[in-house]
């Protein structure tokens, strides 16, 4: 077992010593370029945090969906060609809100703040 | 001083009648290119002029037209009406310089959030939609004819283009499959004439005052296709810049930028057919974000290059939110 922080603990205080020491000491491109290396490295640390749990449901909706088990790569994979093919579209039992879950799970990591993003969480919620 | 200053000082003696340059300084804009800033040393005073390059003088990318088609594409532009900053020299080998060219400095912003988001552009976002479909009715007037060297691309070409780039990355999007299917099912027909189409006319392309557009940059991607292809494109969600219920750019709305088309003597704009370079803008944009990984992995392995990859999935929701909502 490795020692503790985490990964995902370490990579935020490196993202957060990007962000208050060197973004406001530097300027131009270097203090651009630090700012982008900051972001990036918040997104590795929500993806360290999220990633398992919603691969795990992705995993969990694709062996459903293809009727087998496999790798997350390979079963990505399949969906692709069957849809590709014309074999499986959004008449298909479960597939939009498998491509839904799957794609919100993702800007979840990538771009939280990206407003298609939060709109498509807010129509989606379920209604109270 | 710097050997690229020392040449540009030669250039602006020997070609722009100036006794020299001050002040060069790199711009942060630009991906594919490098772009600079320096004055030229006139009697009259300072000039302020931009230098457009390849990175390093030579290297070229794969997709840009080069920069001296860009240079004739902006006369060109100029010709019909299109504003554009003027080309004062474009770059010969005697120059030492590589290839590229310089221009005259424009005033004016083209961050696209700022020009979405700022008080001073308030009154511009106002005009805006309608200016840029007015400017594109005029930009469509460009002679392709002038331009033999540039690619030619009916819709159904562009979509399997992208859809083998998309497939040689080897990596499965099944939201881009989906969208590759309905993109085949609805494409428009062949346009009945292939026009000029700047290939890139978005914001954050464009130079931006108070009182609207100022200049239409940025010509590297210019092709020969269906006019239509700019009008989908300048409303594509991640040119929004955030403001995603102004369409155009963010700043209006997409009947302003087809009545200005229109009234300046572009085609009647189909409903059905700007939807559909929509959803291709969203298509076109996610496949060059996922490129964006193999570049990262060879020539170009910045941060920048690879969170630019990671926005591959905002078009994947965009493209879920056009066809799966």
């Known amino acids: 077992m490795q020692d503790q922080p985490t990964p995902a603990e370490v990579i935020g205080a490196v993202a957060q010593f990007l962000k208050t020491q060197v973004v406001p000491g530097t300027s131009g491109a270097l203090s651009f370029q630090a700012r982008v290396a900051a972001n990036a490295l918040e997104m590795m640390q929500r993806e360290l945090t999220l990633a398992p749990a919603e691969e795990a449901a992705e995993h969990a909706r694709l062996k459903t969906l293809l009727g087998h088990d496999g790798d997350l790569v390979s079963l990505n994979t399949e969906l692709s060609h069957r849809i590709a093919e014309g074999a499986m579209d959004l008449n298909t039992p479960g597939l939009a809100d498998h491509l839904w879950a799957t794609t919100l799970a993702k800007l979840a990591v990538d771009q939280p703040t990206y407003a298609a993003y939060r709109a498509s969480l807010a129509e989606r919620a379920p209604k109270a | 001083m710097s050997e690229l200053e020392d040449k540009l000082g030669e250039v602006a003696r020997r070609h722009l009648g100036a006794r020299g340059i001050t002040g060069l300084k790199r711009l942060t804009a630009g991906a594919t290119q490098e772009v600079w800033r320096f ?35 902006l006369e060109s532009a100029a010709r019909v009406g299109v504003p554009v900053p003027a080309v004062r020299h474009v770059l010969e080998p005697d120059d030492g310089l590589g290839h590229g060219f310089l221009m005259a400095f424009v005033e004016g912003e083209t961050l696209g959030g700022r020009i979405v988001k700022s008080e001073e552009f308030a009154q511009a976002r106002t005009v805006l939609a309608r200016q840029c479909g007015e400017v594109l009715a005029r930009l469509h007037t460009m002679d392709p004819a002038e331009f033999p060297n540039l690619k030619r691309q009916t819709p159904a070409e562009l979509v399997a283009q992208y859809k083998a780039i998309y497939q040689a990355s080897g990596w499965p999007r ?8 309905w993109l085949e099912a609805n494409s428009p027909p062949e346009p009945a004439e292939m026009r000029l189409v700047h290939g890139d006319f978005r914001n954050g392309n464009l130079m931006i005052g108070p009182d609207g557009v100022r200049a239409v940059l940025d010509w590297e991607i210019a092709h020969v296709g269906d006019p239509m292809e700019d009008l989908g494109w300048i409303c594509t969600n ?25 009234a300046a003597g572009g085609a009647p704009v189909k409903r ?27 020539a170009d392995p910045s941060v920048e290059r690879a969170v630019i990859a990671r926005r591959t999935s905002e078009n994947e929701i965009d493209l879920l939110r056009l066809l799966a909502s």
């Open chain 2, 238 to 262: 991640p040119w929004r810049f955030g403001a995603i219920d102004r369409p155009v750019g963010g700043f209006g709305q997409r009947e302003d930028l087809w009545a200005g088309y229109e």
């Open chain 2, 174 to 181: 099944p939201v881009f499959d989906l969208a590759f299917r």
């Open chain 2, 39 to 73: 004055e030229l040393d006139e009697a009259a005073g300072p000039t302020p002029i931009i230098l457009r390059r390849a990175p390093g003088g030579t290297r070229v990318s794969e997709t840009a037209i080069g920069l001296e088609t860009e240079a004739r594409l």
């Open chain 2, 272 to 298: 059905e057919h700007a939807h559909w370079w929509e959803v291709y803008g969203s298509m076109r944009w996610g496949v060059m974000c996922a490129g964006m990984t193999a570049a990262f992995r060879g």
